[in-house]
């Protein structure tokens, strides 16, 4: 049995929904295709269970990308405030973190049934769980079989996302589905993912698993230039996890030194030498008050300066000694053995290289009746989601042209 329509998106997860919905509203024909038997796995377990749907203060900056001005259009033509109304129009309630993240007041299911309904309203026809077996291009389109008999489709959608979170589905569908086609693919990588360290070497640090502090973490990005994130860093069994590792991870590559400075307000040096003039404490105690005291003894060790000046009273120590403490905690260097990986990453980097795609309608400039939306791309957002913001406005892009 054949069936034609208009548009077929493959992928039913934030983009994929959000660009069938746009498309079925502006009365094309739409079949939305997905694997999975469960609706928006991805978005029902963001943000805790509470999905932080976007980030009010969404600038490009805000994600990494070879061609950065990419997602410039998109972004700047659906908005976070777009997204809020639409929100806010379903009745759901939320509130606002830190740092502009817009969550649910209540659940994550309210953002995949607002998708759901939006689709509804669309008269999108759906698929699913249906296990795409093959596509071929045709004149006037795209042939797909699938386990539930042969779609036609004049335009065709790949929103099937990265690679991140296989337990609940994800693939590398899309990067198939681009080479297939011809179409280049950036080095896909984990990324907003926990950094790992070999067990040999982290071995003094497996004791603090659970210790976090508010740090500076930086990467080079190329010589005079650092990219830095001011958050939290917590230790791990086999490493460094929290908002800031995750952040930091986007752009951290093999082998490169993660910069960690645990006085990021202060000059330390200075801070040590005016101590040293008025205070009678031992440098343990006081380096106590700057660093959670449970890391003091095993991050000393690691930076070589020598454990016995913890018993040393400040006044005792030499300007030297001060400056080398000084040194270590404002740049504390760590390389990176890897990351946890796709299991506990909470996106994936690289993807389809937008310069094969056109920027206000994602499509592929090879091939006019072929898209590429969402996590599929090489764009990839900060924490905070900015990653859902990007789904929104790639996935009405994309509706508004098919």
């Known amino acids: 049995m054949t069936v034609a329509f208009d548009v077929a998106v493959i992928g039913a997860g934030a983009a994929g929904m959000m660009a069938a919905s746009v498309a079925g509203q502006r009365g094309r024909s739409v079949v939305l295709i997905d694997h999975a038997k469960k609706l928006g796995e991805k978005i029902r377990i963001s943000g805790g269970g509470r999905c932080n749907f976007t980030n009010m203060g969404t600038t490009p900056h805000n994600f990494v990308s070879q061609n950065p001005n990419f997602c410039r259009s998109a972004l700047a033509a659906y908005t976070p405030n777009d997204f809020l109304r639409l929100v806010q129009s379903y009745g759901i309630s ?220 400040l006044a005792d120590l030499p300007d030297k000694t001060l400056l080398q403490v000084a040194t270590a905690l404002h740049d504390w260097q760590l390389v990176p053995t890897g990351t946890a990986g796709y299991k506990k990453a909470e996106v994936m980097r690289g993807g389809v290289d937008t310069r094969d795609l056109n920027q206000k309608t994602m499509a592929s400039r090879a091939h006019p009746n072929l898209y590429f939306i969402g996590e599929s791309v090489d764009v990839t957002g900060w924490l905070g989601g900015y990653n859902f913001q990007w789904a929104w406005a790639s996935g009405v892009a994309c509706g508004q042209a098919v």
Request: proline content about 5%.
């Open 94 to 313: 939320w509130h606002e973190k830190h740092k502009g993240q817009l969550f649910c007041d209540d659940s994550s299911e309210s953002i995949i049934q607002l998708l759901r309904q939006e689709c509804l309203k669309g008269g999108v026809t759906w698929r699913m769980p249906c296990a795409i077996q093959s596509i071929q291009k045709t004149e006037d389109g795209y042939t797909l079989a699938t386990d539930q008999g042969v779609i036609r489709c004049q335009q065709l959608v790949i929103a099937t996302g990265g690679m991140a979170l296989p337990q609940v589905g994800a693939s590398d569908f899309a990067l198939q589905v681009a080479r297939q086609f011809g179409l280049k693919v950036i080095e896909p990588r984990p990324a907003l993912v926990p950094l790992t360290f070999d067990g040999q070497l982290w071995q003094d640090f497996v004791a603090l698993s659970g210790v976090s502090a508010e740090v500076e973490l930086g990467v080079a990005l190329k010589p005079k230039k650092k990219m830095v994130f001011l958050e939290d860093l917590l230790f791990t069994h086999r490493g460094l996890s929290g908002p800031g590792i995750l952040q930091i991870s986007s752009y951290w590559n093999p082998s490169e030194r993660l910069h960690i400075n645990f006085a990021p307000e202060l000059d330390l040096h200075h801070t040590l030498l005016e101590a040293k003039r008025t205070s009678k404490q031992q440098l343990g105690n006081y380096l106590s008050t700057l660093l959670p005291k449970r890391l003091v003894e095993p991050w000393l060790s690691a930076t070589g300066v020598a454990l016995d000046v913890l018993q040393k009273r």
